[in-house]
């Protein structure tokens, strides 16, 4: 948000949001002060007891109609400032919010791919959504409690001008009432803070059970997943409740004290001071204006302080990923894989697991035939594969292509070269033809048909009703798993890679479209080079070369 602020687009934003502020205040203002005059039109001759603007005033009350006709012109311009206030006020929250969110977005994406591992999808949606909404609405209430501010000061100005004493005794009164509440903005932020943990929360058991809803079904674990979530729901209700009664309480406090405030003022103007009625009222409707003011800016404030948390934690969320930024694309030409690729002593650590994902491993791949990376669950073959697909460093040894290290700033350059398919494809719901462009957007038609011929993916393609427009909703469900992965894999031919990668691409698939996929996978042998992470079946078949890995070591080639 800081960012933001600095941007001379927000800076316009904010000169010309005060402006309109002070401008809708001062309408006001003045528009009470008349009250003085038309009061006094109505009420005849002025006396010494009145105040001084009310003797000041005592000419312009005898014309009557232009007070009344200037009375309406400022409350019309006072309307249209504030519609002009309201959508200023709205267009720099969302520029702010937008800025903050779009910054956590380029955050994220712009990560290194070892945070990225370690982060929940619930934590990730949590800053980006729930988080942000929060300050969103926190920036809201600051905007308020600023234009509530200055609508105050008008007031304050306007009632000093009508009977500086009166106007004295009641800013001090409301400088009272606002430190008093001090206790109740401490709470909110402290609620504020509970809140952000209890959000994550839920988000966490919501991503859980929505991933696992089949396990959840085939168990008969339904009741246990109710709980799981409506108790994160029923904490979340709890800590709503209390910030509401902190609420409901400064509100009761506010408007019962004000308004024994404003009953002592005017029993001191009229009883003891012998104000004339034509102060004392435009002063009475000064203070009833400002009271409710005062709540707001109570309730604002409050608000703000309830939200702020929201922004620290985002900032920090944001600054965590920052410093975890990848190295800038590397100008140079990506590495050609013409001989082989290597792992030379590779060690590899992830945060929080004590024992590395691999330890000292070196192997080889050969360029243009298939290899086969085997092992238990946890063994490290995916962490090969991120190493050798460039989305991973290694904490020591090196990654090459053709004897080229791969080091930080070549890492990206190298994934332009590369295509990866895991066993959860990613589909978007859209037209099958913007599912293959999304790997190559500027591909024709044509060359769409020869990846999906490929693919062994052509034939179910054409038997659709609309073809390449046939629109796969969300996850591609219109589709089988087996004519998933095997879109997945004319995808990822579009992209004509040096490096071809396929993570249990096939594990979830019945013999037959696995086969189909095998088939084609065997005639790329030669023009790419292919990794495999198999247990079984038609693609362990394929390998020229098994490399079996356990604990994250290399214990067997073959």
Known sequence: MNAGLRDPRFRRLVLGLALLQIAAALTEGVGLVLLVPLLSAL?????????????????????????LALFVLLVAARSALVLARSRAALTLELALVDGLRQRAWQALLGAEWRLLQGLRRSDQASLLITNLDRVG????????????????????????????????????????????????????????????????????????????????KIL???????????????????????????????????????????????????AQGHFAVATVLPLVAVFARALPLLGTLQEAWQQWRHAAPALVAAEAQIAALSAAAEAPLAAATAPKLAREARLDRVTLHYAGQAEPALS???????AGQITALVGP??????????LLAGLLGPDRGT?????????????????????????????????????LRWAAPEASDAQLWAALEQAAAAGFVRALPEGLETRLGDG??????????????????????????????????????????????AQLRGRMTVVLIAHRGALLDLADQVIRLENGRMVDES
């Open 137 to 216: 609405q926190g920036v809201n209430q600051l905007l308020l409690a600023t234009t509530t501010v200055v609508t105050l000061l008008a007031l304050g100005l306007a009632a000093l001008a009508i009977y500086p004493r009166f106007a004295l005794g009641a800013l001090l009164a409301g400088a009272l009432v606002l430190l008093a509440y001090r206790g109740l903005r401490r709470q909110a932020a402290l609620l504020g803070e509970a809140l952000g943990a209890i959000w994550d929360r839920v988000h966490g058991a919501l991503d859980q059970a929505l991933g696992a809803l089949r396990s959840i």
């Open 476 to 521: 591609g469900r219109r589709l089988s798993g087996g004519e998933r992965q095997r879109l997945m894999l004319a995808r990822a031919l579009l992209r004509d890679p040096q490096l071809l990668i396929l993570d249990e691409a096939t594990s979830a698939l019945d013999a037959e479209n696995e086969a189909a996929i095998a088939a084609a996978l």
């Open 399 to 435: 990654v090459s292509i053709d004897g080229t290290a791969l080091d930080a700033a070549a890492q990206r350059a190298w994934r332009g070269q590369v295509a990866y398919i895991d066993q959860d494809p990613l589909l978007l719901a859209a037209t099958l033809r913007d599912n």
């Open 220 to 270: 008969g674990r339904e009741a246990e997943a109710e709980a799981a979530v409506m108790a994160g729901f029923a904490e979340l209700g709890a800590a709503r409740q209390a910030y509401q009664t902190g609420q409901a309480l400064g509100q009761f406090l506010l408007q019962t004290g004000g308004a024994a405030a404003l009953a002592l003022l005017v029993w001191l103007a009229l």
């Open 360 to 366: 000292d491993v070196t192997l080889t791949i050969p």
């Open 377 to 386: 669950s946890g063994a490290g073959k995916s962490s090969v594969a991120d």
């Open 43 to 67: 009420a005849g001759p002025t006396g010494a007891d009145a105040g001084p603007l009310a003797r000041a005033a005592a000419g312009l009350s005898q014309n009557l109609p232009a007070l």
